[in-house]
């Protein structure tokens, strides 16, 4: 089974851990650029769930996930955040 299809089977016991982990990065916002806590969670989390996660310039975050045979799949998100209530 590829990391995709993993994932995607878990979706509804994920669910909880990303708006948990999204409530956290709106409790410590930073601005585009200056995402040094935040970058470092995501790559906590990647790394958490048996991914490899890479530093790519000063604040940005890239992994590979693998999936198997199929076509690649890419996801972008921009990690700024402003306050906000979770």
């Known amino acids: ?5 993993h994932i995607a089977g878990r979706y509804a016991d ?3 851990w990303q708006e948990d982990l999204r409530a956290d990065l709106h ?8 995402e040094e806590r ?3 969670t995501i790559i906590d989390e990647v790394t ?7 530093r790519v310039g000063p604040t940005g975050v890239v ?4 999936n198997g045979d ?3 799949v890419l996801a972008r998100a921009h990690m700024d955040a402003l306050p906000a209530r979770p």
């Open 1 to 5: 089974m590829s990391h995709v299809q």
């Open 14 to 16: 994920i669910h909880k």
């Open 27 to 34: 409790r410590h916002p930073e601005v585009s650029m200056e």
């Open 38 to 40: 935040a970058s470092q």
């Open 48 to 54: 958490a769930l048996g991914l490899d996660a890479t």
């Open 63 to 66: 992994s590979v996930v693998a």
């Open 70 to 72: 199929g076509q690649p």
